[in-house]
């Protein structure tokens, strides 16, 4: 069964700061998501990476993933109060596959 | 840009009522799902469906749950009796799977469901 644990689960931080946000699932697979949904609202999508050592950067988030080690991360360089979210990561086997996804991080960034 | 549209946005409902959630995948799309997020709580997958069929249902997806698709376009969740523990936040999504590999699924903005 997939799992997919995500830590820390709450994470509470300066403006200005740098921190990353660890994604780690038990089944091989090469597709793994970050998502960002503020309080009440959806789901939005911010990467979909798709392969062993695939990089991707928007903004101030930089998200990795290593398929070997079966881990992703979400890097947040000089956090600002906008990104107060709480950010998701989540894994499928297959393209047309549920989604699994961990328990969430709480992003809280204190001005 | 195209995306899936979910109503009601928020549903308030009696214990032991029927309740309707309405979906409208994105036109193209052949693959749908449903999630749950109780407050607070991670996004749980219920149900997925493909070819009018349910491809898969989770432990969660009981018999008081059931899905549709009723008219090519809409896509619904029924809760036959609905339980305080029904109460939760509701996703649908869909995807398309074209030729590319990377195929993401879109997520609707959700309908709260609220059981008292």
């Known amino acids: 069964e997939l799992k997919v644990e995500q830590n820390p689960l709450f994470l509470s931080m300066q403006e200005g700061k740098n921190y990353t946000i660890y994604c780690n699932y038990s089944t091989t697979s090469d597709r793994l998501y970050w998502y960002r949904q503020d309080p009440g609202k959806s789901l939005e999508s911010l990467f979909v990476l798709l392969s062993n050592g695939a990089v991707k950067q928007e903004g101030r988030l930089m998200a990795s993933l290593d398929t070997k080690a079966r881990l992703s991360t979400l890097h947040i360089t000089a956090a600002v109060h906008d990104l107060s979210a709480t950010y998701f990561c989540a894994v499928d086997m297959n393209r047309d596959d549920k989604i699994i996804f961990g328990k969430g991080t709480r992003l809280h960034i204190l001005p | 840009e195209p995306e899936v549209t979910q109503t009601p946005s928020h549903q308030v409902t009696q214990m032991g009522q029927e309740v309707i959630l309405r979906c409208v995948p994105i036109s193209n799309h052949l693959y749908f799902y449903w999630y749950r997020q109780i407050l607070g709580q991670k996004v749980e997958f219920l149900v997925s469906?493909?070819?009018?069929?349910?491809?898969?249902k989770s432990e969660i997806f009981d018999d008081q749950f059931s899905v549709e698709r009723p008219d090519g376009s809409n896509f619904t969740l029924k809760i036959r009796s609905t339980k305080l523990e029904d109460s939760a936040m509701y996703f649908c999504?869909?995807?398309?799977?074209?030729?590319?590999?990377?195929?993401?699924?879109?997520f609707g903005p959700g309908t709260r469901l609220t059981v008292l």
């Open positions: 469906f493909y070819n009018n069929e349910i491809s898969e």
């Open positions: 999504a869909s995807i398309g799977l074209g030729m590319s590999f990377y195929n993401e699924q879109f």
